[in-house]
């Protein structure tokens, strides 16, 4: 069973941030993020439009903390270990919807 990605679902914009501001987080180039975005799933493109990356998923990721990423990606947002980074991000801590359906919003 392939699992559901979760990546920025449900999305909120408060979330996401461009490709230019992550790569000056991150200290790479641009293209690094887009690369990091399909491999590492921290972004996605949102209605064909540019790719939006999630900052409290970068910050997983740079920290290194692949449980978190985990969790992240299978849709927990209510979690202590998930929660930290919204926390972080400074960026509104989403809930988990209780209808999987309802993670598809765009």
Same mark, same amino acid.
């Given at each position: 069973? +392939?699992?559901?990605?979760?990546?920025? %679902?449900?999305?909120?914009?408060?979330?996401?941030?461009?490709?230019? +501001?992550?790569?000056?987080?991150?200290?790479?180039?641009?293209?690094?993020?887009?690369?990091?975005?399909?491999? !590492?799933?921290?972004?996605? %493109?949102?209605?064909?439009?540019?790719?939006?990356?999630?900052?409290?998923?970068?910050?997983?990721?740079?920290?290194?903390?692949?449980?978190?990423? %985990?969790? !992240?990606?299978?849709?927990?947002?209510?979690?202590?270990?998930? %929660?930290? !980074?919204?926390?972080?991000? *400074?960026?509104?801590?989403?809930?988990?919807? *209780?209808?999987? *359906?309802?993670?598809?919003?765009?």
């Amino acid at each position: 069973m +392939i699992e559901e990605d979760h990546v920025l %679902r449900p999305f909120d914009a408060s979330e996401t941030i461009p490709v230019s +501001i992550a790569a000056t987080i991150a200290g790479v180039k641009p293209r690094t993020i887009q690369h990091w975005c399909v491999v !590492y799933r921290i972004g996605r %493109r949102i209605a064909n439009g540019p790719w939006r990356v999630s900052r409290p998923a970068l910050q997983m990721l740079l920290d290194d903390d692949g449980e978190a990423l %985990r969790l !992240y990606h299978a849709g927990d947002r209510t979690s202590e270990r998930v %929660r930290q !980074y919204f926390r972080r991000a *400074q960026t509104k801590t989403p809930q988990s919807p *209780q209808n999987p *359906q309802a993670l598809h919003g765009d």
